[in-house]
């Protein structure tokens, strides 16, 4: 999830303005994660078997 949809607990403002210091933070937090922080778990696990799976095409078209 981006933090330009989150709420902010404490100020009920969303995170992206950074109206407190519980939102600043936690958009800091956010931006140093990267880019597959935002990823579920089981787009991840798909992205990798669509890894694995070129991988074997590449190997048997080697051989």
């Known amino acids: 999830m981006t933090y330009d949809r989150l709420v902010c607990a404490n100020c009920a403002a969303p ?7 519980v939102c600043r933070a936690s ?27 070129a991988l074997a095409l590449l190997a048997n ?3």
């Open 61 to 63: 078209q080697a051989v």
């Open 27 to 53: 958009r800091e937090r956010m931006q140093e994660q990267g880019l597959l922080a935002g990823l579920s778990p089981a787009m991840l696990i798909a992205l990798m078997v669509v890894l694995v799976a």
């Open 15 to 21: 995170v992206s303005e950074g109206r407190c210091h």
